[in-house]
């Protein structure tokens, strides 16, 4: 795989406690604590491997799980679920891949669901 200027590594031995906001490729191979978000960029891609731990939310178009998520997923293009993965939370996604062995442990939700308003009206007595 050639690196680019916008592929970013957070090796084994690292973690990083806050959000994480990047654009083009996030490999993380060590721990987040905290969400992570992609900078705007609709090819955005976050790798997490076996060793990737995230504790927090992520945000990101292109999502490959092979580590463990702690949190929601909200992929708007394609999520991932390798072999090793681990969601324990709701997961978001426009298109997924499932391979055996991977778990989701909360809601699979398809679709970009739109914000909308409820009214509830109180009974008139």
Do not use: C, W
């Amino acid at each position: 795989m050639a690196f680019s200027n916008t592929h970013t590594l957070i090796s084994r031995s690292t973690q990083i406690k806050g959000d994480v906001t990047f654009s083009g490729e996030l490999q993380l191979e060590g721990k987040v604590v905290g969400n992570i978000y992609s900078d705007g960029e609709k090819d955005a891609r976050l790798v997490i491997a076996d060793t990737g731990l995230v504790e927090g939310d992520i945000r990101v178009p292109v999502v490959v799980v092979n580590g463990t998520v702690v949190g929601n997923v909200y992929s708007s293009k394609q999520l991932e679920m390798a072999a090793k993965g681990i969601v324990k939370g709701s997961i978001h996604y426009h298109s997924i891949q499932m391979v055996k062995g991977a778990q989701v442990n909360g809601s699979m939700i398809s679709g970009q669901p739109e914000a909308k308003q409820i009214k509830i009206e109180e009974p008139v007595v």
